[in-house]
């Protein structure tokens, strides 16, 4: 892969916090980086672009960083790291792998990446930001109805198997368009095409936790009501909701209301806001120093004893194991 993103440098800096600021900037304030052990000396250098929903940076440093998101009130991000020459030593989790051009890693919103660049030759890595929207938008284009919770990549992407040979193909495509010259091409509406290509083959190309539901292709769109009582979900996670209140939005009776989720979704409209609200604060706990409670209440739970015994039975673990894991 030729070097990337020539035109678009941020820092080249001796100093290695220089590096850790300028991704912080980079990527909107969506990661927090810290170094594992000592600020290493040698060149830091970053070059990136980056839109309200992605980012492309290029890195190439000797540093060892933690990458945590920091996102809270909104879905997250994902971010898939991809060597261009050298090797990294990656975790996520107790997951690991070696990334480099024939293996990249994927991230998911919350999770905490460790990243230890091999001293072997000199180290040079892209990352990706996907805002957790674009996964979501093109999950549903693919199904017709948006995942009833979020997407969860497996971590290690094999680049040269054809399907993530497909996913590396987008990523050099969308590196030409951020480095051609012709004005065209500089259109973000163009690039943030080429990202949601991108995010279609990852989905086809990476197992992830709702890979079961594109085996059978494209679904029929949901009706009005639907659409609608999920968009008032979304709108309002954070306030006191009841199925009457959902109905209203959706301009149906609870009964009907309750049909359509049951045919659409397999669950009940409560049980799919009690889910939500579940996912929303495992990923808030995972990403924030903030008590587990203040976070609860914060989308909505209103009755925390109610609240861990659900949580344990969504995720097989208590809100305070998940908290051991920042």
Request: charged share 25%; with cysteine; aromatic share 6%.
């Amino acid at each position: 892969m030729p070097t990337p993103l020539r035109n678009h440098l941020i820092t080249r800096s001796q100093n290695a916090a220089d590096l850790l600021n300028a991704a912080t900037r980079l990527f909107g304030g969506s990661i927090a980086t810290s170094p594992l052990g000592e600020l290493r000396g040698g060149d830091h250098e970053l070059r990136g672009v980056a839109a309200h929903d992605f980012a492309v940076g290029y890195f190439a440093s000797p540093l060892d960083v933690r990458v945590a998101s920091t996102e809270s009130r909104n879905r997250g991000s994902y971010f898939v790291n991809i060597g261009v020459s050298g090797a990294i030593s990656a975790s996520r989790g107790g997951l690991r792998a070696t990334l480099d051009e024939a293996t990249a890693g994927v991230a998911n919103p919350g999770d905490t990446q460790e990243l230890r660049p091999l001293r072997s030759r000199r180290t040079q890595f892209l990352g990706l930001r996907i805002d957790a929207a674009l996964v979501d938008q093109e999950f549903t284009a693919l199904t017709g109805r948006p995942p009833v919770s979020t997407v969860r990549f497996d971590f290690a992407l094999d680049l040269a198997k054809p399907k993530g040979g497909a996913v590396r193909l987008l990523i050099r495509s969308l590196l030409e368009q951020l480095d051609s010259e012709d004005p065209l091409f500089q259109r973000v509406e163009l690039q943030r095409s080429q990202v949601r290509c991108l995010v279609t083959a990852l989905l086809l190309a990476q197992p992830h936790s709702h890979t079961g539901e594109l085996h059978d292709g494209p679904r029929p769109g949901y009706p009005r009501s639907l659409r609608a009582a999920l968009a008032f979900i979304e709108a309002n996670l954070a306030e006191h909701i009841s199925l009457g209140g959902i109905a209203t939005a959706a301009g149906c009776s609870p009964r009907t209301l309750s049909s359509v989720f049951r045919d659409r979704l397999g669950i009940s409209p409560m049980s799919y806001v009690r889910d939500l609200r579940l996912d929303r604060t495992r990923a808030d706990i995972l990403a924030s120093s903030d008590p587990i409670g203040t976070i609860a209440y914060r989308w909505g739970v209103a009755h925390l004893g109610r609240f861990a015994g659900e949580y344990r039975d969504r995720f097989a673990e208590l809100p305070s194991d998940t908290a051991t894991r920042r």
